[in-house]
């Protein structure tokens, strides 16, 4: 008897390519080693009983700011320029250290964990107490650390950005969880020099480059005055995607615009809730998929979602493009589910080891709980992840094949504790925005 950490019993495995039957997963040092129906050559330290559980690859949250998470509800109902210069960007630099990003990424992370992301594509500043907190958590994190020609938090210039990336991706190397990234903030934020800058020291490090790319019109017809060209042309014209690159929103792009980013392999996070919410319009996404665009599914921040259900933004992203191209095939369940997972791990370079129940990958999975009105009859799997369940119904969580959650109790945070301090920040930040 081969002795193992862990030992899933008969749970529902979801499986993209063969069909998804009840079977056993085992896992040992954080990964699954083996896969398949009554296992019983091993000696688990723990078994989980799954039967009536939909064994999931933990959901990839591609772009999001952890950071943020106090902000969540602070000014709803509003064009994306007036949200950001009249409470978002006044409200950070009041409150920014490194202090308060740690106590809002933790928050984040946590309510990250109880939504099934078992990795998230960070944008924000003071990356390395994200670093923490998500440590804490216990959940993955790639941290790309905010680059703006503009002084911003505690940097006055990129360049110190630069010097805090290689800094931070130093010291996080070996991490388990921990990877940094560089993330220029957008084309209209971020001018050529430090773009190119950005692009060069992701190239030397290896690192993901992580950009807000055609989130609205507005940024389109900028581009062009300036430019005179579109923004993917514009970053493609210097060669900025030659490096590793997601792309988040990327609502506006023409077809040769989507042509440029499949042939450099740039991968889009798609923020449905975001975009619907600022009105910042919306895109068919079956031309880039006709294109071989990878497609990926983000929350965006608390602050414009205002939550970070990935089971939403697979229902309402799968919706939405079903009634944009006046098709109901478009975006079938199984492949919104594979979106969430497996080609998030991709566009974030990760699906090596990331987003698939298989042998030698990672163990990062979700147990769904089906023994419950809302779930059941189950005919598919896939289809009651994107249109019937929601994130209530994910009940453990387990990440580099530790629980995370059981039970949805988190195991790594004190849940009492990240509530009362989200008041404490509330009161503050009401008395602030209010004066
Ligand atoms: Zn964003």
């Known amino acids: 008897m081969q002795k193992i950490d862990l030992l899933i019993k008969n749970g529902l495995v979801l499986d993209f390519e063969q069909k998804t039957e009840v079977k056993d997963v085992a896992i040992d040092d954080g990964k699954i080693i083996a896969v398949g129906k009554d296992l019983k050559n091993y000696d688990p330290l723990k078994v989980i009983e799954a039967q009536n559980k939909i064994v999931v690859p933990g959901f990839a949250n591609t772009h999001t700011h952890a950071g943020m998470s106090y902000f969540k509800g602070l000014a709803d109902d509003l064009p994306l320029m007036k949200w ?15 202090k308060f990003v740690y106590d809002a990424a933790l928050i984040g992370c946590a309510e990250m964990v109880k939504n099934g992301i078992t990795i998230f ?27 703006l020609d503009a002084p911003v938090a505690n940097y006055q210039k990129a ?32 001018g050529k020099e430090n773009l190119i800058k950005a692009k060069d020291l992701a190239e030397k490090l290896d690192l993901l480059l992580h950009i807000h790319l055609s989130e609205t019109r507005q940024e389109v017809e900028d581009c062009i005055k300036k430019h005179g060209m579109r923004p993917a042309q514009y970053l493609n014209s210097f060669g900025f995607f030659e490096g590793k690159v997601i792309a988040a929103h990327a609502i506006w792009l023409d077809e040769k615009e989507q042509e440029i980013l499949a042939n450099n392999d740039v991968s889009i996070a798609i923020n449905t809730s ?5 009105a910042s ?74 987003g698939s129940i298989q042998i030698g990958k990672k163990a990062d999975l979700i147990l769904v709980d089906i023994d419950n009105i809302e779930s059941q009859p189950l005919y598919d799997p896939f289809s009651h992840l994107v249109y019937s369940l929601s994130s209530e ?26 509530i009362e301090k989200a008041r404490y920040y509330h009161d503050r930040i009401e008395k602030f925005t209010s004066s």
């Open 281 to 354: 319009g919306f895109d068919s996404f079956k031309s880039y998929i006709d294109h071989n665009v990878n497609l990926s599914i983000a929350t965006d921040s608390v602050a414009s979602n205002n939550n970070l259900s990935i089971i939403e933004e697979m229902s309402l992203t799968a919706k939405l493009q079903k009634v944009l191209n006046d098709d109901p095939t478009v975006l079938p369940a199984k492949q919104m589910v594979k979106i969430a997972t497996l080609d998030g791990a991709k566009a974030l370079d990760k699906s090596a080891y990331l």
């Open 121 to 147: 594509n960070d944008m924000y500043f003071f990356g390395e107490q994200t670093a923490k907190a998500a440590e804490k958590v216990g959940i993955r994190a790639i941290l790309g650390e905010g680059v």
């Open 393 to 418: 119904q994910i009940k453990d969580v387990i990440i580099n094949g530790k629980m995370i959650m059981e039970n949805r109790k988190l195991l790594n945070v004190d849940e009492n504790e990240l």
């Open 84 to 98: 950001l210069t009249k409470f978002i960007w006044p409200t950070e630099k009041a409150f920014l250290s490194p």
């Open 274 to 278: 975001s975009n619907l919410k600022l």
């Open 159 to 190: 360049d110190e950005i630069f010097s805090y990336i290689k800094k931070m991706n130093e010291k996080f190397k070996e991490h388990e969880l921990i990877d940094f990234a560089i993330a220029p903030h957008a084309i209209y934020t971020c």
